[in-house]
């Protein structure tokens, strides 16, 4: 028997049977941080980026691309997600956003790939709107800070 749910006995990839399970409220929380120059800081939270609102759009690149995520990720299955919401958090003494999704839904599998993959798209966005202005700005740190529902419960991460 594999160890791994995505690999049959035989070393093969397969998408993880999902019809017996129970539906649960799901839910997942991720984020992600995108550090950059204080100058595309400023422009940012000013509005002067030249492509536009870079926050507003990121955000709606985030939202889609939870969405998308079974198209991305060949083992995702399609869902049917009841929320997205993605936040962003500025720190103005490190000219840096934290990137936070949450997903949810009531499903038979769980959403950390949707999230972990809209906090992606989102940073993504954002670097792709500034990237003329700045050509430093990193993105890390993307993890799952917590999931909820299903068979395995609970997870909180403690060290952010």
């Known amino acids: 028997m594999s160890l791994f749910s995505h690999i049959d ?9 999902i019809t017996n399970k129970e539906p649960t409220l ?12 204080t100058s595309t800081f400023e422009m940012i939270y000013n509005n002067t980026i030249k492509k536009g609102n870079v926050l507003e759009t990121a955000r709606i690149a985030g939202i889609m691309a939870a969405k998308k995520t ?3 990720i060949p083992m995702c299955h399609p869902i049917n ?17 934290k990137v936070k999704a949450l997903v949810r839904l009531f499903g038979q599998t769980g959403v950390e790939m949707e999230a972990l993959t809209a906090v992606s798209v989102a ?3 954002i ?6 202005q700045d050509k430093k ?7 799952l800070l917590e999931k909820s529902g299903g ?3 609970t997870f909180v991460r403690k060290e952010v």
């Open 9 to 17: 006995n035989d070393g093969r990839s397969q998408m993880v049977d």
């Open 26 to 37: 799901r839910s997942a929380v991720a984020q992600g941080i995108i550090s950059m120059e």
């Open 70 to 72: 079974s198209e991305l």
């Open 81 to 97: 997600i009841s929320h997205i919401d993605i936040n962003f958090e500025s720190d103005k003494d490190e000219s840096s956003i």
């Open 123 to 125: 940073a993504l966005t």
């Open 127 to 132: 670097y792709d709107m500034c990237k003329s």
């Open 137 to 143: 700005i990193i993105i890390s740190d993307i993890c």
């Open 151 to 153: 068979k395995s419960g």
